[in-house]
């Protein structure tokens, strides 16, 4: 019971990590760019809101293979189309159908970047299969070809030295080779966490599903002290090529770290809203970046609006985001499941022991 609600918990803040990340503005404000908020906002946004990622695959990966077999491929190959694939298409449709209607109207165009959409098969296609519109689901689009290649990850990382390959796959990629986010390719970087989340779901699950005690405030220690020499390296020093190596290796510990650290937390109760972190990552680019534009368009550039505008982005989102899924629930529960690829109704709030 308090793994479940652990997972809840942690999704809903790596999911208001990512908004914060996507609610990075000081390029809107000029004026601000000698003051604290460029080191405020690379702080939240990029120092910890680029943990958020690594550490829901990692999180994903463990669950899918908690109960993995052979007898289990089919079964999980099912479950995550439903899950996943269908959603991935749906969501890439529906935003490219919004664009298509945001630039129709010279009101909402001025305050997009992209002016030109135009309707064609060969552009829904670009849509659809590869999130044109929809760049935030590049996420999706790597969860879907880690699925498909699970039951070769699961074959390597059953085995003890299973781990050499996330380590070796973390080396190459930062010393040799970045394949690309785009269009196909696979994201080495994330299939790290892929592949950890799966060795500690055949290996580790004592030591990822107990809850930590005392030691919870040494890992929570090592995380701020690790979080903190990320953002030295990242911002105050400027990555290069060698240190952008280190900066990767300090990610992988940080989201290690990251996981136990949250034991901190007391976990007594779990609020339905935190239960929707799918709708959340799905619905909020667009209002984030609607937000975040139209404040910086309507309000002068100074320090305090820069500051303002930076969480009014994340929480007016939020606020919408929340009812739009209650409406949803309570009204209609069919587009409800679909949009959120089948996980249903989340549970009113409750108590949780433990």
Not at 156 to 184: D, Q, S, T
């Amino acid at each position: 019971m308090y793994f479940r609600k652990k997972i809840t918990v942690t999704n809903f803040i790596l999911a208001v990590l990512v908004m914060f990340l996507h609610s990075y503005n000081i390029v809107q404000y000029p004026a601000a760019e000698h003051t604290f908020l460029p080191e405020l906002e690379f702080f939240v946004s990029k120092t910890a809101g680029n943990l958020a990622v690594p550490c829901f695959f990692m999180i994903s990966s463990y669950l899918f293979y908690r109960n993995y077999g052979t007898d289990k491929i089919l079964e999980k190959y099912k479950s995550r189309f439903k899950s996943v694939l269908l959603p991935y298409w749906i969501w890439n449709m529906l935003y490219y159908l919004l664009f298509l209607a945001l630039v129709a109207f010279p009101v909402s165009r001025y305050f997009m970047d992209t002016q030109q959409v135009e309707w064609s098969m060969h552009e829904w296609l670009q849509a659809v299969s590869n999130h044109k519109y929809n760049g935030a689901y590049w996420f999706m689009q790597q969860l879907a070809w880690f699925v498909l290649l699970s039951p070769v990850i699961w074959m390597i990382m059953k085995r003890k030295w299973g781990i050499a390959l996330p380590l070796f796959l973390l080396v190459w990629n930062y010393v040799e080779i970045h394949l690309p986010a785009e269009g196909f390719g696979l994201r080495l970087d994330m299939l790290v966490y892929w592949c950890v989340g799966c060795y500690l779901a055949q290996h580790g699950a004592e030591w990822f599903e107990s809850k930590a005690a005392k030691e919870k405030y040494y890992y929570g220690v090592l995380f701020l002290g690790v979080l903190g020499a990320r953002f030295w390296l990242e911002y105050v020093k400027g990555l290069s090529v060698y240190s952008s190596r280190l900066a990767a290796f300090l990610m992988f510990i940080n989201v290690l770290l990251l996981w136990h650290s949250l034991d901190i937390l007391s976990y007594r109760k779990v609020c339905w809203w935190m239960e929707v972190t799918f709708f959340i990552y799905s619905t909020h680019p667009i209002l984030v970046d609607a937000v975040k534009k139209g404040m910086a368009k309507l309000f002068p550039d100074t320090l305090a609006f820069g500051l303002i505008n930076y969480f009014a982005a994340v929480g007016i989102s939020l606020c919408i985001i929340i009812m739009a899924a209650k409406l949803l629930m309570n009204y209609a529960p069919f587009v409800w499941k679909i949009l959120n690829g089948g996980r249903g109704l989340p549970k009113a709030d409750r108590e949780i022991s433990g």
